[in-house]
């Protein structure tokens, strides 16, 4: 059994998909759902331990050997991105079946969970293929499901936000593919770790760069990179909450794993950074997306789009990471990851509570919410304080392997910038929390706290925000290691 | 023991919202809670003089950077002075907060225990790391505080009060954080500091520069604003945390990091202080001006506190022992002496409903006691005898020689007269001027026109045991002294 | 560049043409269907490039000629055995990939049609300066 959980972690999520299709039954769908999104995790962490001790994990499907048949190889980096993706599906999953009743028609539930379902697979297949085609189906996967997902929002404006995200993800895919191809035709091979062997050899030719450049801009489009970052504040503030909560700290997160995972395992660190440049190339992109970002975010009126310009600001910091081209900012990516997928997850479900309640994010119609929903805006100012980077927060152990990686480059005016963007941060947060807290409350006076059913995965995504932030001692070193895995190459 | 001066004033929270349906049983618990506080920090006091250092490990956020507590001597002299006051304050609130019909008492007693649990985090503080977590958290649990009235005038001053601190702390601080970490590799703190021998040439006064302006509580020009923003709250919460525990967490930041990171040899050598020692002496001397032009008291009041924190600063940035011994001294001395003048206000305000200096005159003579404290309080903060203020002025001035800035002498004598100019007006107005300062009827409170009602006992024995205590401080500093030594190895 | 490397290259030409013609009705045009046809166009590009690239000239479909051979289609025309040596297969794993994406971009052409369909119910147009309007007055509006 325990041989094939790689092939479980995908297979147990894509098969209950169509179990839900058919079953047209809103809550056994939703049963379903949980279960299957509870599933992966219990493989996930199982494979991470595994990882952790025994180093990686080849499967090999139909017992066809690589390179010639599909891989799946597990190490440490793709473990670490399995347990962040499964975490929060299962966090979501429970919260998803109250806050679906309200914001999605009935009869569309089963579908709903059937949809979810499916983008949990593409997001988990994505994470743990060593086959890069593979890589491209699951992306199309989960897209194709998010794209469903988010057109079930309540507002019209849903629709055009999910055809929107629509024409920028396959344009960004595509370029995938064109980026996938080019390769092959240079190496001949699919699978990842074959690619990293063959292609030092054929370095100098313009067709790998090439390649290199649509496979870059690709991700970027799906990471949502500034300035690639268009489609995302709409489909975010757009989406029913739920959704919004679950992409918002996956999809952009698997997104950057594969960044990392095509410039430095398939390419290569030497290759990235030395030939490449792309820490060059990619510093000041980050830059600019968390100050541009961050400072738009402080304009928004909506709150679930402030938040949305905030997770584009966030992505500027993971990159960020990246560009220093050090294992320390490696470190301070992957740790960002899930740390950032932990207070967006909780913020977003705050105010998922807020849209059960009163219906609207606006931030005028949050006025005087911190008396009348006192444990949603709780957790909203937990979520909120560790966006900023406060310590004992996740947000601020992540800030501060990002401060440290850009002082040892030396480069101090990249930390100034940071710490003066957690300051933009503080403003944006804070004006929710005044709005919340400091104004008189208006409109329906019956306005009560959201249900149990709401705030107790909320509240679990909340206690991880401070338990991961207290004791950050055990993530930060699975983080490291991943780290170094990834600078150093493939491992064993 | 550590663990237990943390622990107790979070129990004395909760016991705080147990009792609240009952007044009485509720500030009971409040004050049980401050004297068992303090009984800890005598013990720690006494383990730390017979050459212990008591530590402890809560947690460990990062590898390698846990959340640490340690007791050193100076640790220990903050500890001392906040939690005694703790009590005191405690004992005045229950007049002041009742006097002044309040609402949200609960609420107040509440922030304010974990206030001061903070606050015995930043004196016990193992390493720069913990020490900037709790001074993140004393600033939050202190933001309900300075807006417990609710208006929108705190709101604003709130808003002033969290964004200068959160700033500078996160811009500058967090940064010279982890600066200091990148080049040392440890955030511990250790006798001769941690940077020394490490860090050479122009990054040490910048290093400096970002502690000094980064530790806004310290609110050296031009990064003091929030705290004139600050006395909106209640009398009390600018009594002991804006006269004592907060901008002493501030001053104690700089002199500890100054210690036990730079190590003050180090500082000497390198000379990389002078430059903040003269901001620290255009703050003494612009706080003093600001302070004249102010006619609410407890601006001016504020104002003579952001004047007198950089005597503290100034201390550190002299990197002699000397110094040291003096910015430690005087955050005992200020402690008792501004404390007994926000007292002083805040009963100014409950009995007669005056907040402005000019509407004072005759007062003196209806509130006899409650002035001459406030004079006694002014002589300590003038630093003339019999109060202790003379001795941190006195080792100040030795510090400065020592360093050989005369010319910094002669700022801490300018100063002082200032100071006495601008403090001394009260007390004499109070005791010598005309009963009815009638050109001020727009601030005048036509009801308060009658016998003052009796400030209630509590507070009365608060202000008499501050008053007191500024004096029995130039009698008996040796306690404080001795800390300060240990500090500096003499 | 000669003449010679650009017949040679011809098929990559094409690509490039189709491409840029996808991507330019994509961009400039309104209408939601045209945009679906456009990106339909650009994907179809992808789908030459692989296809023409497994393709050898000469070479036959990869079936095995000697039985006692094994074949690998894997990595251009690579083949064991002796008796097999000469013989040219053209490579079956672009095709294999490239059916896999057709479907892909079917699933893409039909949720995009879908969400077309019910924009234009919800709009009552399909032209995106319109629908631009209407959003931006709903949102004065609220």
Known sequence: ?492 | ?490 | MSLDLFVSHYNYWVVIFLMMVGFYILISRGNLIKKIVGLNVFQTAVFMLYISMGKISGGTPPILVDPKGEGKGHGGAETVGEAAAEIVYSNPLPHVLILTAIVVGIATTSVGLALAVRIKEAYGTMEEDEINRIEAETEAGE
């Open chain 2, 1 to 490: 023991m550590l663990g237990l001066s943390l622990a107790v004033p979070v129990a004395g929270a909760a016991l705080i919202v147990l009792l609240r349906r009952s007044p009485n049983a509720r500030e009971a618990a409040s004050l049980v809670t401050a004297g068992a506080l303090f009984a800890i920090v005598l013990r720690v006091h006494a383990a730390v003089s017979g050459g212990g250092r008591p530590s402890l490990v809560l947690a460990e956020p990062i590898p390698g950077i846990p959340i640490a507590l340690e007791a050193e001597p100076l640790g220990v002299l903050f500890a001392l002075i906040a939690s005694f006051l703790w009590i005191v304050t405690t004992m005045y609130s229950i007049g002041y907060m009742r006097g002044h019909r309040e609402k949200h008492q609960t609420r107040f007693y509440l922030f304010f225990a974990f206030a001061i649990a903070s606050a015995m985090g930043v004196a016990f503080a193992g390493n720069l790391f913990t020490l900037f977590v709790f001074y993140e958290v004393l600033s939050l649990t202190t933001f309900p505080l300075v807006t417990h009235a609710g208006t929108e005038k705190a709101k604003r001053a709130g808003r002033v009060y969290l964004g200068v601190l959160l700033t500078t702390s996160i811009a500058l601080q967090l940064l010279a954080i982890v600066w200091t970490y990148a080049i040392t590799g440890t955030l511990d703190f250790q006798d001769g500091g941690i940077l020394s021998g490490r860090a050479a040439g122009a990054v040490v006064p910048v290093l400096l520069g970002l502690y000094v302006f980064g530790i806004g509580k310290a609110a050296v020009m031009p990064f003091h604003r929030w705290l004139p923003a600050a006395m909106v709250a209640p009398t009390p919460v600018s009594a002991l945390l804006h006269a004592v525990a907060v901008v002493k967490a501030g001053v104690f930041a700089v002199l500890k990091v100054t210690v036990y990171v730079f190590g003050i040899d180090f500082l000497a050598g390198a000379g990389a202080s002078v430059w903040l020692m003269w901001v620290a002496a255009a703050t003494i001397i612009l706080g003093s001006l600001v302070a004249f032009t102010k006619d609410n008291l407890k601006a001016r009041l504020a104002y003579s506190t952001v004047s007198q924190l950089s005597y503290v600063v100034l201390g550190a940035m002299l990197a002699n022992s000397w110094g040291v011994i003096g910015g430690g001294m005087h955050i005992a001395m200020h402690a008792f002496g501004k404390i007994t003048l926000f007292f002083c206000a805040g009963a100014i305000m409950v009995a007669a409903h005056r907040s402005e200096v000019s509407q004072l005159g005759g007062l003196g003579r209806r509130m006899p006691v409650t002035f001459a404290a406030f004079f006694i309080g002014t002589l300590s903060i003038v630093g003339l005898p019999p109060t202790g203020g003379a001795w941190s002025k006195w080792f100040l001035g030795v510090g400065s020689l020592e360093a050989g800035q005369v010319g910094l002498v002669a700022v801490l004598m300018l100063s002082s007269l200032l100071s006495l100019a601008y403090l001394m007006e009260i007390p004499l107005k109070g005791f010598f001027g005309k009963a009815e300062a009638g050109d001020r009827g727009d601030h005048g409170h036509d009801h308060a026109h009658g016998h003052p009602p009796g400030i209630l006992r509590w507070s009365m024995a608060a202000i008499v045991t501050t008053a007191v205590g500024c004096v029995v401080l130039f009698i008996h500093p040796e306690p404080f002294h001795r800390l300060m030594t240990m500090v500096t190895g003499q």
């Open chain 1, 1 to 492: 059994m325990s041989a094939h959980l790689p092939i479980l972690q995908v297979v147990v999520p894509l098969l209950a998909a169509p179990l839900c299709a058919f079953l047209r039954n809103a809550r056994a769908a939703a049963v379903i759902a949980v279960l299957a999104s509870w599933a992966t995790l219990a493989v996930a962490l199982s494979l991470l331990g595994d990882v952790m001790s025994a180093g990686v994990i080849s499967y090999e499907i139909g017992d066809w050997a690589p390179p010639l048949g599909i891989e799946y190889r597990v190490d440490i980096v793709n473990a670490w991105v399995l347990v962040i993706v499964s975490t929060i599906a299962s966090v979501v999953a429970p919260y998803m079946i109250t806050s679906v009743e309200d914001e999605v028609e009935r009869r569309r539930i089963p579908l709903f969970h059937a949809a979810y379902l499916l983008c949990l697979a593409g997001l988990l297949g994505i994470t743990i293929t060593g086959d890069v085609f593979n890589v491209f189906v699951f992306l199309e996967i989960s897209s194709l499901s998010a794209y469903a997902l988010i057109a079930m929002g309540t507002r019209r404006r849903a629709l055009t936000a999910a055809f929107r995200y629509l024409v920028m993800g396959t344009v960004g895919a595509t370029f995938i593919v064109i980026g996938i191809g080019l390769l092959y035709v240079m190496t001949g091979s699919l699978n990842m770790a074959d690619l990293a062997v063959l292609l030092p050899e054929v370095w100098d030719s313009r067709t790998v760069k090439v390649a290199y450049g649509f496979l870059g801009v690709g991700c970027c489009l799906k990471l949502a990179l500034f300035p690639l970052h268009l489609w995302l504040p709409n489909a975010y503030a757009f989406a029913p909450s739920a959704v919004t909560a679950f992409l918002a700290s996956t999809a952009t997160k698997v997104a950057v794993y594969m960044l990392l995972r095509f410039f430095l395992t398939i390419f290569g660190a030497p290759f990235s950074f030395g030939v490449m440049g792309l820490d060059r190339v990619l510093l000041p992109l980050a830059l600019a997306a968390v100050v541009t970002m961050s400072l738009v975010a402080i304009f928004q009126v909506d709150v679930k789009r402030l938040l949305a310009y905030s997770s584009v600001a966030q992505i500027g910091y993971m990159v960020l990471g990246l560009s220093f081209a050090s294992v320390t900012g490696l470190t301070a990516t992957l740790l960002h990851l899930f740390n950032h997928a932990l207070m967006k997850g909780a913020l977003f479900m705050a105010m998922g509570c807020v849209v059960y309640r009163i219906g609207s994010v606006h931030i005028d119609a949050m006025a005087g919410l911190g008396k009348r929903m006192p444990w949603t805006m709780a957790a909203f100012v937990v979520g909120g304080l560790s966006l900023v980077g406060v310590p004992l927060t996740v947000g601020f152990v992540s800030k501060w392997f990002l401060i440290l990686g850009a002082l040892e480059r030396g480069w101090w005016p990249v930390a100034v910038v940071v710490l003066l963007a957690s300051v933009l941060a503080l403003v944006y947060v804070w004006r929710v929390v005044e709005a919340a807290y400091f104004r008189p409350a208006g409109g329906d006076e019956g306005t009560r706290e959201a249900p149990w059913r709401l705030l107790v995965p909320t509240w679990v995504l909340v206690g991880a925000n401070l338990y991961f932030g207290i004791g950050a001692a055990r993530t930060a070193r699975v983080a490291e290691r991943a780290a170094e895995v990834l600078m150093t190459g493939v491992g064993p």
